[in-house]
């Protein structure tokens, strides 16, 4: 822990504060996080090699934490020219801020209906036209006076059809007025709910203006996440793709192509972290991966040969993102040498440590370990002291046991905090108010793998996999072993 409270002056696992920075919870990875606060600073890639379970993923969420909020709205808009090649507008937080104080101006004066000529709130359905009480449009007689709103006519078709109609109620009036100047202009009056709306003729030109520009599609909203997680991720979901129309994109019949284009991992990364785990996984993508890291930006294509989309191509779709890859040390060999050449050419390749000397310090780290643990589960009662000392101990143990490395405690962290979670699981079944010793001991003699579990019924995995096999399967299995 980072300040000067001392472990050893408290009770329970409830008073130990937890750092509001996420990249201040990653434990025992000190040289990581020096990294890593410099990767977000600098915005440079990060390739994590270490076993599963000690804090890949939480340093690339932690990566994103230190990142500005994405400022760039990305739109796809319908090519009048070309439909099947819709084009790409970025508009920046600045021309974001700017349209919406235009929206707010385009929504004219919200006024009531007592404000507006009488004539114009009796066609709007606000004012009754014999009595002029006022009352909600939805109601076709005036409470007041019980006639009704509206005038009924005869139709000259009455003996056929019936013998009268209403005339429809309006939703907009137009009418007009003489200006400062003389000048004769439009004034719209709308309902608003049980308000009513005005316009005037400079805000209905600007509506008229925007209605002309071209059709579009919010590809990339400038208010989104900016950790995107691409681990496993097919072709499709990691560069994007064109929906299929089975009427090819048919101006009448059919949906245009700019309104089918679906955006990639890479793309929702924009301006943010890209998070992949197991990065040799992905195999041949790789390679799409690194040209995307070169180019900053990668068109969308529709990938299935045998649909409308793949006529379709949306160029220089921008993908500006902050690669974190994580990778096992037995896995390296399958990331692409051009992919990892990137990353080093722009950004780092760190080893994790695997464990960290027994020490004071590093003791209070894993006190702090063990208080995240709980609050982030949420589920389980606190640790009193008794009890997370019995955890470091645990901790120190698989230390020199997975690591051969006594006087030392364990960074395989996601391992403990299974132990940390059933000692929890098991004070909620017996009422305790905390987690105590012997609630740890007992989670840690259940928290066992299932080849752990196997050798102590059968006495080695061997023999568990003879004992599932049949008399003739035995005999043919000993003669081979």
Not at 37 to 63: N, T
Not at 130 to 156: H, V
Request: hydrophobic share 35%.
């Amino acid at each position: 822990m980072k300040s000067e409270i001392k472990y050893e002056n408290i009770k329970t696992t409830e008073s130990i504060p937890i750092p509001n920075d996420p990249l201040e919870q990653v434990i025992g990875q000190d040289e990581a996080v020096k990294i890593a606060k410099l990767a977000a600073r600098q915005k440079r890639h990060l390739l994590l090699v270490g076993p599963p379970g000690i804090g890949k993923s939480l340093l690339a969420q932690s990566i994103a934490f230190h990142l500005i909020k994405p400022t760039q709205e990305i739109s796809v808009l319908h090519n009048p020219e070309n439909p099947e090649r819709p084009i790409v507008e970025i508009k920046t937080s600045e021309i974001l801020a700017k349209e919406k104080t235009l929206e707010k101006q385009l929504a004219g004066k919200i006024v009531d209906p007592k404000d507006v000529p009488s004539f114009v709130a009796e066609k709007l359905g606000f004012r009754c036209r014999k009595c002029n009480y006022l009352s909600k449009p939805q109601e076709n007689s005036c409470p007041s006076c019980g006639t009704e709103k509206f005038k009924k006519e005869y139709s000259p078709f009455g003996d056929l059809i019936s013998d009268y109609f209403a005339i429809q109620k309006a939703d907009r009036v137009h009418t007009t007025k003489m200006n400062d100047g003389g000048r004769e202009e439009i004034i719209v009056y709308e309902k608003y709910g049980e308000k009513i709306r005005v316009l005037d003729q400079k805000s209905l030109e600007k509506i008229d203006e925007i209605k002309q520009q071209k059709p579009r599609k919010i590809l990339i909203p400038s208010s989104r996440k900016n950790f995107i997680i691409a681990t496993g991720a097919s072709e499709t979901e990691l560069l994007g793709d064109i929906r299929h129309d089975p009427y090819g994109g048919h101006q009448q019949l059919g949906t245009q192509p700019y309104s089918r284009v679906v955006a990639g991992a890479i793309h929702e990364a924009h301006e943010g972290v890209l998070f992949i785990d197991e990065l040799g996984a992905l195999s041949y993508l790789q390679r799409f991966l690194f040209t995307a890291m070169q180019e900053r930006k990668y068109s969308i294509v529709g990938r299935n040969p045998q649909s409308s989309g793949a006529s379709v191509k949306v160029d220089s779709v921008p993908c500006d993102f902050i690669l974190i890859a994580a990778s096992n040390i037995n896995d390296l060999h399958f990331v692409l040498p051009p992919l990892r050449s990137r990353i080093i050419g722009n950004g780092y390749e760190v080893l994790l440590d695997t464990h960290m000397p027994d020490t004071e310090t590093n003791r209070g780290k894993m006190f702090q370990f063990i208080a995240q643990e709980i609050r982030k589960d949420g589920k389980i009662p606190h640790a009193t002291l008794e009890a997370a000392h019995e955890i470091i101990e645990e901790s120190k143990r698989r230390a020199k046991l997975n690591d051969d490395a006594p006087d030392a405690l364990t960074l395989r962290l996601r391992d403990l905090s299974g132990a940390i979670r059933l000692a929890g699981d098991i004070a909620i079944d017996e009422g305790a108010p905390y987690i105590t010793p012997e609630f740890v001991k007992l989670a840690i003699r259940k928290n066992r793998n299932i080849e752990e579990q196997l050798k102590e019924k059968y006495g080695s995995v061997w023999r568990a996999n003879a004992s599932e096999l049949s008399r003739p399967e035995k005999r043919d299995y000993k003669e081979i072993n």
